[in-house]
């Protein structure tokens, strides 16, 4: 069986002020993308499928889609490569969209613009996130054992590990039971103290202390194609509920998967690896990542440069 790895590349980048999903933060001016393409087909991933903007397949065939079309699998097999555009075109026509919304409605509307394009087993991650050599051979050798309903699987990463020093972040705070994920808490404002505290600022008047420890989602999902069905299902109920003003509002799959595991629709694995996170939020988080990802060139774990 083979196995697809699905990259959320149409984020506007609106904290980090530019398009972080193709900025050259790598020594030869690789994207952070690019590492994730490159450790998912030494892992095994068959297919890279990009969710871009309109107008974005130039950009990011140029970056690395050209590429991956000469690339092979550790069996020898060629990679495809695809690409899915991500605007108001895939919303259900019964909705109407405000005059003033610009910005396209979240994760679970990603993933669905690539519905027609995945038939197999899938791996959907952020383009702007660095996940970690092991996780995609992890997380692919989880996927090839789902079976075809109800099942789900995520790596997980420790939240004191994925903040930022330079504001706030999002990120789904879990629960979990007995190697299950149990709750998935979407937690918008979670901010880091010099100290190393670390709380939930939604509300600043009364911040939540959160677990350094607590194990979070950074969007490293792995499903199979039932879960489309799903996430139409709950899109169209989340545009349903949506009032004109709410033009920032997004449809998020943490709280997919969370409806689904409280409804006992589904359950979902929690894979623990010794990768580690890191990404840009913010434009100051950038030179931290750089020397991150010269030092693994450094080291070893990738050749002088992705570009070649």
């Not at 998912?40 to 297919?47: N, W």
């Amino acid at each position: 069986m083979k196995a697809a790895l699905v990259i959320m590349a149409a984020g506007m980048g609106s904290r980090y002020g530019g398009e972080k999903q193709t900025d050259g933060i790598g020594p030869h001016g690789e994207a952070i993308m690019e590492y994730s393409v490159y450790d998912a087909v030494r892992a095994g991933f068959h297919k890279i499928v990009f969710i871009i903007k309109p107008g974005m397949e130039p950009t990011i065939r140029a970056l690395c889609g050209d590429r991956i079309q000469t690339m092979r699998t550790p069996q020898g097999e060629p990679v495809e490569v695809a690409y899915a555009v991500q605007d108001f075109s895939s919303v259900p026509g019964f909705y109407t969209i405000p005059e003033g919304r610009t910005k396209p409605f979240g994760t679970v509307h990603a993933a669905l613009c690539a519905r027609d394009l995945v038939e197999e087993p899938f791996a959907i991650i952020n383009a702007d996130d660095y996940y970690g050599v092991s996780a995609f051979a992890t997380i692919l050798q989880e996927l090839l054992a789902l079976p075809p309903v109800g099942q789900g699987t995520m790596v997980g990463y420790r939240l004191k590990n994925t903040v930022s020093d330079n504001g706030t972040v999002s990120r789904g705070v879990c629960q979990l039971k007995d190697g299950k994920l149990e709750k998935v808490k979407e937690t918008l404002k979670i901010k880091k103290y010099p100290d190393g505290a670390i709380v939930d600022a939604a509300d600043p008047a009364q911040e939540v202390p959160l677990d350094p420890e607590s194990v979070v989602s950074m969007n490293f999902w792995g499903f199979t194609p039932w879960i489309f069905e799903e996430m139409d299902r709950y899109f169209r109920e989340f545009l349903q509920g949506l009032s004109p003003e709410e033009e920032k509002a997004e449809c998020l799959l943490p709280v997919l998967v969370d409806r689904l595991i409280t409804a006992g629709q589904m359950t979902v694995s929690v894979l623990h690896t010794d990768a580690v996170w890191f990404g840009v939020t913010y434009q100051e988080d950038r030179p931290v990542v750089e020397q991150a990802l010269k030092s693994l060139h450094d080291q070893g774990v990738y050749p002088p440069s992705l570009k070649e």
